[in-house]
């Protein structure tokens, strides 16, 4: 196991399915177990899934100008954002550029929860807060368990009263076999699911009776690496592996704008004053690159890095690819050169076995209206 700083409450559950543990985000984290991936996907597509996705950072947010620290760095108008709702929103540095996505909860009028990823956030949270009227903590003593797939909600009603009226991106306290938890109509697959904030002290009870009593439904454990497959269908971006810091450009430092990453919705409109704000809009129309889907001819996966060409020069590269047992396509996340990011333009992948022809395909490839994640009811 990799030598990680923070604690996995479900560490011996994650090696008894095969796991050796590898760190992410200071976490050891279960990227794979003794099972096939592609049953993970399988099951978070047509029935449910249960994850570990702890090593997401989790900070709490009290006082007077919680509200307005949050405001400051990130992308979302936070006024907007009642008690008992979240948004995704993104951290910027002076630059302009992406440095970190991440969800704000807001529990009370003084009071937010924020889980972000491996970028910069809690750096960025820490600086801001000092001199301000806020206290911050870092809270690994939460665990997050998510609950993905059409079945959750069949699942989770037997348990949890009112959970199918839990609107998307909004949270709710409960009691699941006995223990208190916060859940949240969010997640990172393209599904409709569910996280559940529980302590550690209650992960493990609430992690077996979950697969024991789901099994009957179908509801299997999954490993983190599942979410590769997942999130290439759905167009979910994971930093830093689709970004600058692991594809550089030459003789720049690393960072990217939300106009290249088609995150750009995430800045609440007419919002200004947040860190980067004027580089932001200023970099817009001045796109190096557009993140943009590939769809490969037969059924061979390409691989993290492999280059794209189109006349007889290299346009792009592969960020993160898979293949559906499910469609049967290999595809792909790409980042490529802005002319050629039009569905349809031909192309090549230069995979180690050789030339692959294949197209430019608009994201997400799975459920393009999203409406399975947002379904009511």
Excluded at 80 to 95: D, H, M, Q, V, W
Excluded at 122 to 151: E, T
Excluded at 322 to 351: C, F, N, Q, W
């Amino acid at each position: 196991m990799t030598r990680s700083w923070r604690y996995a409450a479900l560490a011996d559950r994650h090696r008894a399915l095969g796991s050796k543990l590898e760190d992410w985000n200071g976490m050891p984290t279960a990227w794979t177990y003794d099972s096939d991936l592609q049953s993970h996907h399988v099951a978070i597509r047509t029935k449910a899934g249960l994850m570990d996705v702890s090593g997401l950072k989790k900070v709490h947010l009290h006082g007077p100008h919680a509200s307005a620290v949050l405001d400051y760095l990130t992308t979302r108008d936070v006024s907007k954002i009642t008690p008992g709702r979240s948004a995704y929103a993104c951290f910027l540095n002076e630059a302009g550029k992406f440095i970190d996505d991440g969800i704000l909860y807001r529990t009370g009028p003084n009071s937010w929860f924020v889980v972000h990823g491996s970028g910069a956030g809690h750096a960025a949270l820490s600086s801001a807060i000092a001199g301000r009227n806020v206290a911050m903590l870092f809270d690994d003593d939460l665990l997050d368990l998510s609950l993905q797939g059409p079945l959750a909600v069949d699942f989770l009603a037997k348990h949890v009263p009112g959970i199918r009226d839990l609107k998307y991106f909004h949270h709710m306290g409960a009691t699941l076999f006995g223990k208190p938890v916060m859940i949240s109509r969010t997640g990172y697959t393209g599904e409709r699911g569910y996280e559940i904030f529980c302590k550690s002290e209650d992960a493990g009870i609430i992690w077996d009776r979950i697969l024991t009593d789901g099994a009957e439904m179908g509801i299997i454990p999954c490993a983190f690496t599942a979410l590769d497959l997942l999130r290439t269908e759905s167009y979910l971006l994971f930093f830093p592996y689709d970004n600058s810091e692991m594809y550089p450009f030459a003789d720049e430092a690393p960072g990217d704008t939300l106009w290249e990453l088609g995150l750009d919705f995430t800045v609440s409109p007419g919002k200004t004053g947040f860190r980067g704000a004027e580089e932001h809009y200023r970099l817009k129309g001045k796109e190096r690159f557009k993140i943009f889907g590939v769809l490969l001819e037969g059924t061979q996966a390409a691989n993290p890095g492999d280059k794209l060409y189109a006349d007889s020069k290299a346009i792009g590269v592969i960020t993160c690819p898979m293949v559906s047992t499910l469609t049967g396509k290999s595809m792909a996340i790409a980042r490529m050169d802005v002319p050629y990011a039009v569905h349809g333009t031909k192309m090549t992948v230069e995979h180690e076995s050789g030339s692959i022809a294949a197209i430019a395909h608009t994201l997400p490839f799975d459920d393009p209206e999203k409406k399975k994640r947002t379904v009511v009811g």
